[in-house]
């Protein structure tokens, strides 16, 4: 199993509500990485889990936040969002140790807020 | 962090190869080179990964110059469903680390 899976697939959400974002991998990856990505733009790095804990949070607002609940799990809670903040969003891993670097993603959550 | 940079866009016809190339300067002693296609509205999916000299998979070859300053991807006889957004990244070995994604090359492919 080489997948990682992403759901909801498509999230529309109003500005005062709170929804969750979900990531699953089964490959025993220990980093999982969040990251925004906007039409025609690159994939922005969000925040960075190694071992379950965060390690990198590249400025986040708080209106994003992250959780790894175990280490085949994370999540993106959302509350408070605005229309800028609509966007792909999209959830990799990777494996630790070793001289393999490849970072499987999954398909992306399609984010829409209203 | 070492920055990348490669052309912005690329055209090509069906049946020919297509060599991208990246600069990356400031790569650091234990920094890997790999390469990641998209397409739109999909996540990234690896292509490669090297350190020096050559390598070559199933897909794609990998050129990278003794200085490590530069690394080329060469894609053999491209078709239509190759057109997609080609993204060079340098990564460290370390699992923590981050992945930075630069600018990308916009590939066309036509008939």
């Known amino acids: 199993d080489t997948e990682v899976t992403q759901t909801p697939k498509h999230l529309v959400m109003g500005m005062t509500n709170k929804k969750s974002l979900k990531c699953e991998q089964h490959?025993?990856?220990?980093?999982m990485y969040w990251y925004k990505q906007k039409a025609k733009k690159p994939p922005e790095l969000m925040f960075v889990y190694s071992y379950e804990k965060l390690s990198i949070n590249e400025s986040v607002p708080s209106r994003f936040s992250p959780e790894c609940p175990n280490s085949s799990l994370l999540n993106l809670h959302l509350h408070a969002l605005q229309p800028e903040d609509s966007a792909l969003y999209l959830c990799?891993?990777?494996?630790?140790?070793?001289?393999?670097?490849?970072?499987?993603f999954g398909q992306g959550t399609r984010l829409t807020v209203v | 962090l070492a920055k990348t940079t490669q052309p912005i866009s690329m055209d090509s016809y069906e049946g020919q190869e297509v060599n991208i190339t990246c600069s990356h300067n400031?790569?650091?002693?234990?920094?890997?080179i790999t390469w990641y296609q998209q397409f739109p509205s999909q996540g990234p999916r690896f292509i490669i990964q090297?350190?020096?000299t050559k390598v070559t998979n199933e897909v794609a070859s990998l050129f990278i110059p003794a200085d490590r300053k530069s690394s080329t991807l060469s894609l053999p006889r491209v078709s239509l469903s190759d057109t997609a957004v080609y993204y060079c990244l340098v990564v460290k070995k370390s699992s923590g680390d981050k992945l930075t994604f630069g600018t990308g090359t916009r590939l066309a492919v036509r008939p």
């Open positions: 400031n790569i650091a002693t234990n920094d890997y």
């Open positions: 090297g350190y020096k």
């Open positions: 990799a891993s990777r494996r630790t140790g070793g001289e393999n670097t490849e970072a499987f």
């Open positions: 490959m025993g990856h220990r980093a």
